[in-house]
């Protein structure tokens, strides 16, 4: 997703640069894994400063990235009243991960006594958020034709017919027919508020 960003001029709209944001919080989250692995197949233990001062840059993705998730949220509501496809399914990965996540993290104290089956619960609860984090680019590339064409092309792979955009909250979409003998030219016109039902984002 931050490729898409950076390779295409298109995608650097507020709204793209804001989905850009997100998905570099989700990085900086997700890189909390490689600790993570090394002290668990390691068998190693680290204090409590030192476990602060490791996962530092991971918190910071953490802790900004509900946030960055939930002005995306907010602009795209006022932009078309009723958020839709990509930021639905994509608030709503994100919403299922922490909650399951936060649940099975407080009952697990609840659950056992011990301290090892304790760490083992919380380790495979945080299978949700990581899901949530890494299903940026697939929802995207599901639903969003324009990130659909950047993917594919940064894989080299041909669109036939050429991309598919779709027009934003402030655009009209004109489309001129060649005239033939009988008919003159038509020009069709969607009004803003079309063009606004027909947004994905």
Same mark, same amino acid.
């Not at 692995?37 to 490791?54: D, E, K, P, R, W």
């Given at each position: 997703?931050?490729?898409?960003?950076?390779?295409?001029?298109?995608?650097?709209?507020?709204?793209?640069?804001?989905?850009?944001?997100?998905?570099?919080?989700?990085?900086?989250?997700?890189?909390?894994?490689?600790?993570?692995?090394?002290?668990?197949?390691?068998?190693?233990?680290?204090?409590?400063?030192?476990?602060?001062?490791?996962?530092?840059?991971?918190?910071?993705?953490?802790?900004?990235?509900?946030?960055? *998730?939930? %002005? #995306?949220?907010?602009? @795209?509501?006022?932009?078309?009243?009723?958020?839709?496809? +990509?930021?639905?399914? =994509? &608030?709503?990965?994100?919403?299922?991960?922490?909650?399951?996540?936060?649940?099975?993290?407080?009952?697990?104290?609840?659950?056992?006594?011990?301290?090892?089956?304790?760490?083992?619960?919380?380790?495979?609860?945080?299978?949700?958020?990581?899901?949530?984090?890494?299903?940026?680019?697939?929802?995207?590339?599901?639903?969003?034709?324009?990130?659909?064409?950047? *993917?594919? %092309? #940064?894989?080299?792979? @041909?669109?036939?017919?050429?991309?598919?955009?779709?027009? +934003?909250?402030?655009? =009209? &979409?004109?489309?001129?027919?060649?005239?033939?003998?009988?008919?003159?030219?038509?020009?069709?016109?969607?009004?803003?508020?079309?063009?606004?039902?027909?947004?994905?984002?």
């Amino acid at each position: 997703m931050v490729f898409c960003t950076i390779r295409t001029k298109r995608f650097r709209s507020p709204c793209h640069l804001l989905i850009c944001a997100t998905c570099v919080a989700d990085l900086l989250h997700v890189c909390g894994q490689f600790p993570f692995c090394v002290h668990l197949f390691g068998n190693l233990t680290s204090s409590q400063a030192q476990c602060f001062y490791i996962l530092s840059i991971p918190i910071v993705g953490f802790t900004t990235g509900g946030p960055l *998730i939930l %002005s #995306m949220g907010i602009d @795209r509501l006022i932009a078309v009243k009723f958020p839709t496809k +990509s930021i639905l399914v =994509t &608030v709503g990965f994100v919403l299922l991960g922490w909650v399951t996540t936060t649940t099975a993290n407080t009952l697990s104290y609840s659950i056992t006594d011990d301290l090892f089956t304790i760490q083992l619960i919380q380790m495979y609860a945080g299978i949700t958020v990581n899901f949530a984090a890494a299903s940026n680019v697939f929802v995207f590339y599901a639903i969003n034709s324009e990130y659909r064409s950047v *993917i594919k %092309s #940064m894989f080299g792979i @041909r669109i036939k017919g050429g991309m598919i955009f779709e027009p +934003s909250s402030t655009q =009209t &979409v004109t489309k001129v027919v060649p005239r033939s003998v009988s008919q003159p030219n038509v020009v069709f016109e969607k009004t803003p508020a079309a063009a606004r039902r027909m947004t994905v984002v």
